[in-house]
């Protein structure tokens, strides 16, 4: 079966083709058959990045609508790291609060406020930046850039793995992925903030 992707591509305008060369066997499916095939996709944020990824043109059609699931999914996960930094806060302000009431810090209150503080650090490490809302618009394009374009390994050439001295080996060069992640200094560079601009984190 061909891939649904390219299928998906179909309805783009005529330069890209997928068929040329299909030497029958494949049935003909017109733009109507694989547009009303794609009606039958479940509705979510996956959809719509499929359709953006493959069918630039229907992506315009509701321009809003991608934005629209990726907001729902970033906005569930920016409420949980703020009930995350809110709880440490109060965690850590109650355990230094104990150990001040105290003229001696005992074990039991050390590692209280070790622990603690431990979770305040690893709360604001975890969390967005301030700049998150204005940043939001740059990110999305870059993680759909990213998600769009995948970068297949040039050594293994996608499959993860090859063949040397008659023996299969992991690839080195993907660790087994047979995609290159980019990396941390492009993905910066994508979103628009130099390397290597620290971010400002919360707290
Ligand atoms: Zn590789």
Redesign the pocket.
């Given at each position: 079966m061909s891939n649904v992707r390219e299928m998906l591509a179909r309805l783009n305008p005529t330069n890209v083709r997928f068929d040329i060369g299909r030497c029958g066997g494949a049935p003909a499916l017109t733009a109507q058959d694989i547009a009303a095939a794609l009606g039958m996709v479940t509705p979510g944020l996956g959809r719509e990045v499929l359709i953006a990824c493959w069918w630039p043109d229907g992506s315009k059609l509701d321009g809003a609508s991608l934005a629209r699931h990726l907001l729902a999914v970033i906005g569930t996960e920016w409420q949980r790291q703020g009930h995350e930094l809110e709880e440490a806060r109060m965690e850590l302000s109650i355990a230094q609060t104990c150990a001040g009431w105290h003229e001696v810090v005992t074990p039991v209150l050390q590692r209280e406020l070790t622990r603690t503080q431990s979770r305040w650090d690893a709360a604001k490490a975890a969390a967005w930046p301030r700049e998150m809302p204005e940043m939001l618009p740059a990110i999305g394009r870059a993680a759909l850039h990213e998600l769009c374009w995948p970068d297949i390994?040039g050594?293994?050439e996608g499959?993860?793995s090859l063949v040397v001295e008659n023996l299969v080996q992991q690839?080195d060069?993907?660790e087994g992925?047979?995609r290159m992640s980019l990396s941390d200094r492009t993905r910066a560079q994508l979103v628009g903030n130099p390397w290597p601009t620290v971010v400002h984190r919360a707290g």
């Open positions: 390994c050594k293994c499959h993860g690839c060069e993907c992925r047979g």
